[in-house]
């Protein structure tokens, strides 16, 4: 099973950029890395999925612009970066994995999570 900690998080102003980091551990090669998340009381939200072997990122239509996902093979790290952040963006940031590579949207469609990283925009 692959292990994923999160970071880059934090306390960031509405208009700024944030990147987010995702280290994995394990054998990740036919593994599929998303990034999720989640607000108190509501489901886990996706935002934007790649494949490690390659193939074209799937993002949310919603978010389309604004986020995106890149991974550094060598160094297995997934990256989310966020730009134009905006006060609705405040959530916890969740990276995932999934056996397969197929990038998937549902959460429940991933079995490996990170702890998760705090994203707080201020207006």
């Known amino acids: 099973q692959v292990q994923l900690v999160e970071s880059g998080g934090g306390l960031v102003q509405a208009g700024g950029s944030l990147r987010l980091s995702c280290a994995a551990s394990?054998?990740?090669?036919?593994?599929?890395m998303a990034w999720f998340r989640q607000t108190p009381g509501k489901e886990r939200e996706f935002l934007a999925a790649?494949?490690?072997?390659?193939?074209?990122?799937a993002y949310a239509d919603s978010l389309k612009g604004r986020f995106a996902i890149s991974r550094d093979i060598p160094k297995k790290m997934v990256y989310l970066q966020i730009n134009s952040l905006k006060s609705e963006d405040t959530a916890m940031y969740y990276c995932?994995?999934?056996?397969?590579?197929?990038?998937?949207?549902?959460?429940?469609?991933?079995?490996?999570w990170g702890q998760g990283t705090q994203v707080t925009v201020s207006s």
């Open positions: 790649v494949s490690w072997s390659g193939g074209s990122p």
């Open positions: 394990g054998d990740t090669f036919s593994y599929t």
């Open positions: 995932a994995a999934r056996g397969g590579l197929t990038p998937k949207t549902r959460w429940t469609d991933y079995n490996s």
